[in-house]
């Protein structure tokens, strides 16, 4: 259950970023897994009709949320919401990316999942990295390469899993979606306690990376076995943006 004391999400910061551009679906995103060892980075959206959305005080920022709870919440976000979507990039492409690009390509295949495509934003954290960079030689010439990146306002929110409703149901859904992709990996290697662990760096983890070694799906780019006393990965290299 949500902690007694954290205060109730709104829809305040939605309907502001609404009125300030004047348009009516707007895009709340969260990602999960960005200090993980192994797993994807997971990016989570929804999209409100500003219009006729209704208010959802149950929503709170996934991590203060049992299992259960999340679990109960998703079909209700999912009903809530006039379109969603749950994007993932691999931890072959965080290496190949680097963190910003591999978050930016799992926003967009979130956004692309989505039946109704918002024209307008809220991400939560402090930094932007959601909107497409300016567009280089190679992509003018790669008519046929993933798009990345969304060519739409986007305004950031400190905390915003915490205070903003539909940034909270992008959180719930990125959250289970890339929980049960990791409790399914641990299957396959289970000496690794994913699904325990969901990848992030414990004490634990990083001991059977010395011991076993790094399987397909750790972040080859990583301190993978160093710290083992740290709480996340962090990453060796910062490649594209």
């Known amino acids: 259950m949500a902690d007694s ?17 004047g348009v009516r679906y707007i895009a709340a995103v969260d ?28 929503l709170r920022d996934s991590k203060l949320l049992s299992p259960d709870t999340r679990m109960a919440l998703v079909d209700p976000v999912r009903q809530w919401a006039v379109g969603y979507g749950v994007g993932h990039a691999s931890a ?66 400190v905390k915003g899993d915490m205070t903003c409703q539909a940034i909270a149901g992008a959180s719930i859904l990125a959250k289970v979606e890339r929980d049960g992709i990791m409790v399914g990996l641990a299957t ?19 001991a059977a990376i010395v011991v076993q070694g790094p399987c397909d799906y750790h972040r080859k780019s990583w301190n993978l076995t160093s710290g083992a006393d740290q709480a996340q990965g962090e990453a060796t290299t910062k490649k594209a943006k």
């Open 5 to 21: 004391k954290s205060k109730a999400t709104t829809l305040e910061h939605e309907r502001a970023l609404a009125a300030r551009h």
């Open 31 to 58: 990602e999960v897994g960005r200090g993980a060892l192994a797993g994807p980075i997971t990016v989570g959206m929804t999209v409100i009709d500003i219009q006729q959305v209704t208010e959802f005080p149950e």
């Open 92 to 157: 072959a492409e965080i290496d190949a990316l680097g963190v910003t690009g591999a978050l930016r390509l799992a926003g967009s295949r979130a956004m692309a999942q989505c039946a109704v495509q918002p024209e307008a934003a809220l991400l939560d954290g402090s930094y932007d990295w959601l909107t497409a960079p300016e567009p280089d030689l190679f992509d003018i010439l790669a008519d046929d390469r993933e798009p990345i990146g969304l060519h739409i306002p986007v305004a950031t929110i």
């Open 188 to 206: 396959e290697h289970p000496y690794f306690g994913w699904e325990i662990n969901k990848g992030y760096a414990t004490a634990a983890h990083r």
